[in-house]
């Protein structure tokens, strides 16, 4: 099992553009969720779902969209990058609303 | 609104002692918390859980304390070992697949 995968691992953008966050899970898990990690400000939950064909927003929604078509990925959007995107951003999954298990990361610079 | 804190950001014992890492938590209403260990540039890696109706746990040379009353938590470390140096996080698992985590603690273990 390779648990929860996360693509790209790094990646730098400009102000504006657009990119897409992939995650997987191999688990069978049926939520999966989307954390930003800032220094100083612990974890915080963008998005989750609960399901496949589901999402919710988390605390930090703004700037965000998700997709979830299929149980084992869950794909993260920004529209336009701003600096203050700049963080590492986490996958998890779960196989219900207990214990989440994470991916590995992806470190997102916006210039 | 809803924390998770914890009283130290840092830590710092000498290879071979036991760590003791403490977490505060607000709600009342919680009943599922959670550590989590996250070694430099890595994902939170799951470490060990307890229900609001235990008061300990005990896992692989860790134990997790739960104090209701005053609600607190703790994670000990048994054998501290210069691999147990990582940021460890509590996370308070409430109903609705959300987790709150806390700014973590920065373990060192020196040799």
């Known amino acids: 099992n390779a648990g929860v995968t996360q693509t790209p691992k790094f990646q730098v953008l400009k102000t504006g553009q657009s990119m897409t966050l992939q995650c997987a899970q191999d688990?069978?898990?049926?939520?999966m969720y989307w954390y930003r990690q800032d220094p100083g400000m612990g974890l915080r939950l963008i998005y989750y779902?609960?399901?496949?064909?589901?999402?919710d927003k988390g605390e930090v929604p703004d700037g965000y969209n998700v997709s979830r078509l299929k149980k084992q990925n869950f794909l993260l959007g920004l529209e336009s990058a701003a600096p203050s995107q700049t963080s590492v951003y986490f996958c998890?999954?779960?196989?219900?609303?207990?214990?989440?298990?994470f991916g590995p990361g992806t470190r997102l610079l916006v210039l | 609104g809803e924390s998770v804190g914890l009283h130290l950001p840092t830590l710092s014992v000498q290879e071979g002692d036991n760590s003791i890492i403490n977490c505060a938590y607000s709600?009342?209403?919680?009943?599922?918390f959670i550590w989590y260990k996250q070694e430099s540039g890595k994902g939170p890696q799951f470490i060990i859980d307890?229900?609001?109706?235990?008061d300990k746990r005990q896992g692989q040379r860790v134990t997790v304390l739960l104090n209701k009353t005053v609600k607190h938590l703790s994670l000990q470390i048994a054998a501290t070992q210069p691999g147990d140096s990582a940021v460890y996080f509590c996370?308070?698992?409430?109903?609705?697949?959300?987790?709150?985590f806390g700014k973590g603690t920065l373990l060192t273990v020196n040799p």
């Open positions: 998890a999954s779960s196989y219900g609303e207990e214990t989440q298990y």
């Open positions: 688990m069978n898990h049926n939520s």
């Open positions: 779902s609960a399901s496949e064909g589901t999402t």
């Open positions: 709600n009342s209403a919680s009943d599922y």
């Open positions: 307890i229900r609001s109706n235990m």
């Open positions: 996370a308070d698992g409430g109903s609705n697949y959300k987790l709150t």
